[in-house]
T-cell receptor, first 117, second 112 residues
Framework: AQKITQTQPGMFVQEKEAVTLDCTYD???????LFWYKQPSSGEMIFLIY??????QNATEGRYSLNFQKARKSANLVISASQLGDSAMYFC??????????????FGKGTKLSVKP | DTAVSQTPKYLVTQMGNDKSIKCEQN?????MYWYKQDSKKFLKIMFS???????INETVPNRFSPKSPDKAHLNLHINSLELGDSAVYFC???????????FGSGTQLSVL
């Protein structure tokens, strides 16, 4: 079974608008972390935001926020005020402390975001 | 200074050859990783290496072998390269299991 599911292979958003990238996860481990990475066309992997399973508040980093709904096992990324430079692949990832992934970061298949001028 | 550096950035080689990709991190991290990103952009863990403990993803062929001369280096050696090995290989490191991964810039491997 997939540990991380990103149901949107591609998304379009108008410049300056907000966009939500979906991510659901599957784990029975009580302790885990959720991550979002950005991969622009140049290929590097850029860390955006982190949410721990015990964190009470949703994580925020500048224009990025993580909408963490633990009961629904979702960790959606919200990008506010989209910019042309936000066009990239976005990966959701999870790390389980005690689960079968042995502490490794497991990635979803990614969502390609295109920002229109 | 680059935190995680890997070389070469591009590697073109013939089937059957043996090649290595080098990775170094200057962050003082305890754990290093190798990931493979296929043509569909899917990232899959290959190995993690922490304090001389190697954890191997069971789907990785034994033609792939990580070699760590010290805590700051985790090189990837590939024997008898096959067409299906063509991919981008990323090295990464982290300080502990709760921390984010820092990635290298990737090595584009093309097997002809």
């Amino acid at each position: 079974a997939q540990k991380i599911t990103q149901t949107q292979p591609g998304m379009f958003v108008q410049e300056k608008e907000a966009v939500t990238l979906d991510c659901t996860y599957d784990t029975s481990d009580p302790s885990y972390g959720l991550f979002w990475y950005k991969q622009p066309s140049s290929g590097e992997m850029i860390f955006l935001i982190y949410q721990g399973s015990y964190d009470q508040q949703n994580a925020t980093e500048g224009r990025y926020s993580l909408n963490f709904q633990k009961a629904r096992k979702s960790a959606n990324l919200v990008i506010s005020a989209s910019q042309l430079g936000d066009s990239a692949m976005y990966f959701c990832a999870m790390r389980e402390l005690y689960g079968g992934s042995q502490g490794n970061l497991i990635f979803g298949k990614g969502t390609k975001l295109s920002v229109k001028p | 200074d680059t935190a995680v550096s890997q070389t070469p950035k591009y590697l073109v080689t013939q089937m059957g050859n043996d090649k290595s990709i080098k990775c170094e991190q200057n962050l003082g991290h305890d754990t290093m990783y190798w990931y493979k990103q296929d043509s569909k952009k899917f990232l899959k863990i290959m190995f993690s290496y922490n304090n001389k403990e190697l954890i191997i993803n069971e789907t990785v062929p034994n033609r792939f072998s990580p070699k760590s001369p010290d805590k700051a280096h985790l090189n990837l050696h590939i024997n008898s390269l096959e067409l299906g090995d063509s991919a981008v290989y990323f090295c990464a490191s982290s300080s502990n299991t709760n921390e984010k991964l820092f990635f290298g810039s990737g090595t584009q491997l093309s097997v002809l």
